[in-house]
């Protein structure tokens, strides 16, 4: 049985990485990453300066849930840029993801730009769904503004690049972004990021659960996970076959892999439960995945990925 999966002419190994934001901040995170069983690693999002991000208390955890309004705290693009050179330098083999968040256009072409002008050679993942920059709304959500996104930035790249997603919840929406995005050579797409800006409260207490905005943050963990599905297949059915998905969100176990798989995902990043667990994650959710996998006949993840099955 094999969990690996390509993406991009690149093949990696386990078919599992970390979401971006979580545990990747800094070069212990990243280094964690690389020692782990993981079969790539995304940088925390990148702006082109650092930033120390919102005020804390910022993030919480629930049982199920978690809810963040961190505001893109972040070492800036020449730090992970850094990173990621000298990684590949030490391991030309294997490809991982470097994360840009721009808060304006100038700023995305700009970091697009000095990557596109660097020896990184992996992936970029352009994140177009951050939900907790104060004042600033998440441009997946805006669909001319991702058009003219995608319209500036292969002027000029031509290094891979996927973008990240927010969830959405009509499946005009889906209609309409898979119509954009299939106007472009992307290697990926994730789905989903963050549900943005719920509120969680604590009635003991009767005060909200994080500083910024109020309490409004991103939502993430095992609630997520039908939304997240939804979007993956969402986007599976719409997308043409060469953008590959990334799919996001609710993954605890083994068999929440394997239902993203199964809806069309080529690789799946875990965020809320790999803050909780750390970098073992990745050995259970292998195993797990891999107990599934034989139980069903399956030996690699290509014989199930999209093959959900409908009433007709
Ligand atoms: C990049 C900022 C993001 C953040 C953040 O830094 O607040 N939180 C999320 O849940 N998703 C994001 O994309």
Same mark, same amino acid.
């Given at each position: 049985?094999?969990?690996?999966?390509?993406?991009?002419?690149?093949?990696?190994?386990?078919?599992?990485?970390n979401?971006?934001? +979580?545990?990747?901040?800094?070069?212990?995170?990243?280094d964690?990453?690389?020692?782990?069983?993981?079969g790539?690693?995304?940088?925390?999002?990148?702006?082109?300066q650092?930033?120390?991000?919102?005020?804390?208390?910022? *993030?919480?955890?629930?049982?199920k849930a978690?809810i963040?309004?961190m505001?893109?705290?972040?070492?800036?693009?020449?730090?992970?840029?850094?990173y990621?050179?000298?990684?590949?330098q030490? &391991?030309?083999?294997?490809?991982?993801?470097?994360?840009?968040?721009?808060?304006?256009?100038?700023?995305?072409?700009?970091?697009l730009?000095?990557?596109?002008?660097?020896?990184?050679?992996?992936?970029?993942?352009?994140n177009l769904?951050?939900?907790?920059?104060?004042?600033?709304p998440?441009?997946?959500?805006?669909?001319? &503004? +991702?058009?003219?996104?995608?319209?500036?930035v292969f002027?000029?790249?031509?290094?891979p690049?996927?973008?990240? @997603?927010?969830?959405?919840?009509? @499946?005009?929406?889906?209609d309409q972004?898979?119509?954009?995005?299939?106007?472009?050579?992307?290697?990926?797409?994730? #789905? !989903?990021?963050? !549900?943005?800006n719920?509120?969680?409260?604590?009635? &003991?207490s009767?005060?909200?659960?994080?500083?910024?905005?109020g309490?409004?943050?991103?939502?993430?963990?095992?609630?997520?996970?039908?939304t997240?599905?939804?979007?993956?297949?969402g986007?599976?059915?719409?997308?043409k076959?060469?953008?590959?998905i990334?799919?996001t969100?609710g993954?605890?176990n083994?068999?929440?892999?394997?239902?993203h798989i199964?809806?069309?995902?080529? *690789?799946v990043?875990?965020?809320?439960?790999?803050?909780?667990?750390?970098?073992?994650?990745?050995?259970?959710?292998?195993?797990?995945?891999?107990?599934i996998?034989?139980?069903?006949?399956? #030996?690699?993840i290509?014989?199930?990925?999209?093959?959900?099955?409908?009433f007709?």
């Amino acid at each position: 049985t094999t969990l690996a999966t390509t993406i991009g002419g690149k093949t990696f190994d386990n078919c599992m990485m970390n979401a971006a934001g +979580v545990r990747c901040q800094n070069k212990k995170d990243l280094d964690a990453l690389v020692q782990s069983n993981a079969g790539a690693y995304v940088t925390k999002s990148a702006t082109p300066q650092e930033r120390a991000g919102n005020p804390s208390p910022r *993030m919480h955890t629930l049982l199920k849930a978690s809810i963040n309004s961190m505001g893109l705290p972040n070492n800036g693009l020449d730090y992970y840029l850094d990173y990621v050179i000298r990684d590949q330098q030490k &391991r030309p083999d294997s490809t991982n993801f470097l994360s840009v968040a721009g808060t304006s256009l100038e700023d995305n072409l700009a970091m697009l730009h000095q990557i596109q002008d660097s020896e990184y050679t992996g992936f970029v993942e352009l994140n177009l769904s951050c939900p907790n920059v104060p004042g600033k709304p998440q441009v997946g959500y805006d669909f001319d &503004r +991702v058009h003219a996104v995608l319209e500036h930035v292969f002027d000029f790249y031509t290094k891979p690049l996927g973008v990240k @997603l927010p969830p959405y919840f009509d @499946l005009v929406h889906f209609d309409q972004i898979a119509a954009i995005l299939n106007q472009y050579p992307l290697t990926f797409v994730n #789905s !989903i990021n963050s !549900i943005g800006n719920a509120l969680v409260v604590d009635p &003991r207490s009767e005060q909200v659960v994080i500083r910024p905005k109020g309490g409004f943050g991103g939502i993430g963990g095992a609630i997520v996970k039908p939304t997240a599905l939804a979007n993956v297949r969402g986007l599976a059915l719409r997308l043409k076959p060469e953008i590959k998905i990334i799919g996001t969100g609710g993954i605890i176990n083994g068999v929440d892999v394997f239902e993203h798989i199964l809806c069309g995902a080529s *690789m799946v990043q875990i965020g809320t439960q790999f803050g909780y667990e750390g970098p073992a994650l990745f050995d259970r959710l292998a195993k797990e995945l891999t107990e599934i996998m034989a139980e069903k006949g399956y #030996s690699s993840i290509e014989d199930f990925r999209g093959k959900l099955k409908t009433f007709d």
